[in-house]
């Protein structure tokens, strides 16, 4: 005869915490999302940059080109952010 007793169950993990961060946009960027700088949460440099271009569409072009800083040092999209870290969009620039 089959057990009644409890099922086992697994609790659900919880996803990555979400960080707020400084987005600060430069050049083409900055046209581009048509503000300087303003905050968006996230949980890594992607997650930040997916959520400024879905707010400014026309970032989208030249998020797939630019490079990203956070907090000073270039980083991939898939680096973990912290509450009060600054990501920086940097397009590619022209001339030396």
């Given at each position: 005869?089959?057990?009644?007793g409890?099922?086992?169950?697994?609790?659900p993990?919880?996803g990555?915490?979400?960080?707020?961060v400084?987005m600060?946009y430069?050049?083409?960027?900055?046209a581009a999302?048509?503000?300087?700088?303003?905050?968006r949460?996230g949980a890594?440099?992607?997650?930040?940059v997916d959520?400024?271009?879905?707010a400014?569409p026309?970032l989208a072009?030249v998020?797939?080109?630019a490079?990203?800083?956070l907090d000073?040092?270039?980083?991939g999209?898939?680096?973990?952010v912290?509450?009060g870290?600054?990501v920086?969009?940097?397009?590619p620039f022209?001339g030396?």
């Amino acid at each position: 005869m089959a057990s009644s007793g409890p099922e086992s169950r697994t609790a659900p993990t919880a996803g990555p915490a979400l960080a707020t961060v400084t987005m600060r946009y430069w050049a083409a960027a900055r046209a581009a999302a048509g503000v300087d700088s303003e905050t968006r949460t996230g949980a890594t440099v992607g997650e930040v940059v997916d959520a400024a271009v879905a707010a400014h569409p026309d970032l989208a072009r030249v998020a797939r080109v630019a490079s990203f800083l956070l907090d000073g040092r270039k980083v991939g999209r898939d680096v973990r952010v912290s509450d009060g870290g600054t990501v920086e969009v940097l397009p590619p620039f022209a001339g030396g």
